[in-house]
């Protein structure tokens, strides 16, 4: 069946420095991809979402990048801070409005 | 802002014991969705349902039901827990995009 892999499960970096996360997914008809942070004890929001038609997204500090030749696509923050610190889960779906494949997260940790 | 509110935080509950986890949304959103957080696992999701009274079972819904009779609530239910589906569950609902989830239940089953 489809799947999604997510890497590292975990990374630390140093505060200032960047990070970057990466996905893979199976499924070509995949179209649609969201990134949710989840701060420890709380609920998963989503940060960024990139869609097929784009090659990369930016906001602020965070972007994401697809390569839909290859199947993944990353997250990339720069300049990380020690709130940035959190569990990272990618996901895929057809659409928007279908049912999400997801990673199985990475943990982040900003060193200061 | 929109509210996923879960009527428990925390839930001890013994083997064989019938357990329900409640889920609200206040934004009158179609869809709504359990999963189910284990380390390393990542998101996975039991049940969804697109409308009231619709179901639909997820990638792993052995042990589970769910219920909804109004479009606001959507409830889980483990008819006889477990010890392995101690766990922290999730509630999402979605009109469309980005799903707004719940703080999350954190079920130990003994």
């Known amino acids: 069946g489809e799947n999604v892999e997510q890497h590292p499960s975990t990374l630390s970096v140093q505060e200032g420095d960047s990070a970057v996360i990466k996905c893979t997914y199976s499924?070509?008809?995949?179209?649609?991809f969201p990134w949710y942070k989840q701060e420890l004890g709380k609920r998963p929001q989503l940060i960024i979402d990139i869609r097929s038609n784009v090659g990369e997204k930016k906001d602020q500090r965070i972007a994401v990048t697809l390569n839909k030749t290859a199947k993944h696509f990353s997250l990339h923050i720069t300049e990380t801070q020690p709130e940035d610190s959190a569990v990272y889960f990618c996901?895929?779906?057809?659409?928007?409005?279908?049912?999400?494949?997801w990673g199985a997260g990475t943990k982040l940790i900003i060193k200061p | 802002d929109v509210k996923v509110t879960q009527s428990s935080r925390y839930l001890v509950k013994r083997t064989g014991e019938k357990v329900f986890l409640e889920c609200v949304q206040d934004?009158?959103?179609?869809?709504m969705f359990w999963y189910r957080q284990d380390p390393g696992l990542g998101l996975r999701l039991i049940y969804f349902?697109?409308?009231?009274?619709?179901?639909e079972k997820g990638d792993i819904p052995e042990g589970y039901s769910v219920s909804r009779e109004k479009k606001e609530r959507f409830s889980l239910i483990l008819e006889s827990a477990s010890t392995n589906q101690t766990s922290m569950y999730l509630c999402?609902?979605?009109?469309?995009?980005?799903?707004?989830f719940g703080e999350g239940s954190r079920l130990t089953v003994l």
């Open positions: 934004m009158d959103h179609e869809n």
């Open positions: 499924d070509s008809a995949s179209n649609y």
């Open positions: 999402a609902s979605r009109r469309t995009g980005e799903l707004f």
């Open positions: 996901a895929a779906s057809e659409d928007s409005n279908y049912q999400l494949i």
């Open positions: 349902s697109y409308d009231v009274k619709m179901k």
